[in-house]
């Protein structure tokens, strides 16, 4: 089943965005890891492929100037740190039908919070999580995966730059925009 018929038989809203996302993308060597688990699971699901990633804030409205413009601010005001992710979970979201949870830390809350005054989003308490699979699933077919990824993931990873995607639409169409280092 393509992903456009998945999309057909779920709610407009399902496997759709809005607006600009700021990420945390993991280096190289988590980065292809986790690239390759969000594969085989999109493989197992067929479900859309997206970079692995921890989202600070989703749907920005702003122009996209004035975004990166913010952006590069808050990422000049951030140090490199690292990110842990603790165990894989299920939701009945869309966006959190599978995840690893992320592990709270004074350096990743901080981030959150600058995150979420730059843009004004009002998106606190923070909810720090990498998602695995987008889409609705059973609950059966979400714990089966689980129990076979066990704990073959990373269970941790530097955060050394802030990424910027246009988020707008269907998963399948969203696309980076810019790379900016932490400092």
Do not use: C
Not at 68 to 73: L, S, V
Not at 85 to 114: H, P, Q, V
């Amino acid at each position: 089943m393509s992903h456009e018929q998945i999309a057909a038989n779920l709610p407009e809203n399902v496997l759709r965005a809005k607006g600009y996302s700021l990420w945390i993308v993991p280096e190289k060597k988590e980065l292809d890891e986790l690239t390759i688990l969000i594969q085989k699971l999109s493989e197992r699901f067929k479900s859309p492929l997206f970079v692995p990633h921890m989202t600070l804030v989703g749907g920005i409205s702003q122009k996209e100037g004035e975004i990166e413009e913010k952006t590069k601010r808050l990422a000049s005001n951030l140090k490199p740190f690292e990110v842990e992710l603790e165990k894989i979970d299920y939701e009945e979201i869309w966006n959190r039908t599978l995840y690893i949870r992320g592990k709270d830390s004074s350096l990743l809350s901080y981030a959150f919070e600058r995150s979420d005054y730059t843009f004004e989003t009002g998106n606190i308490p923070p909810f720090p999580h990498m998602s695995l699979a987008y889409g609705a699933f059973s609950n059966k077919s979400k714990e089966e995966a689980i129990r076979e990824i066990g704990e073959n993931y990373p269970a941790k990873f530097r955060a050394s730059s802030l990424h910027l995607f246009y988020t707008q639409g269907h998963v399948d169409g969203w696309i980076k925009i810019e790379e900016f280092p932490l400092k």
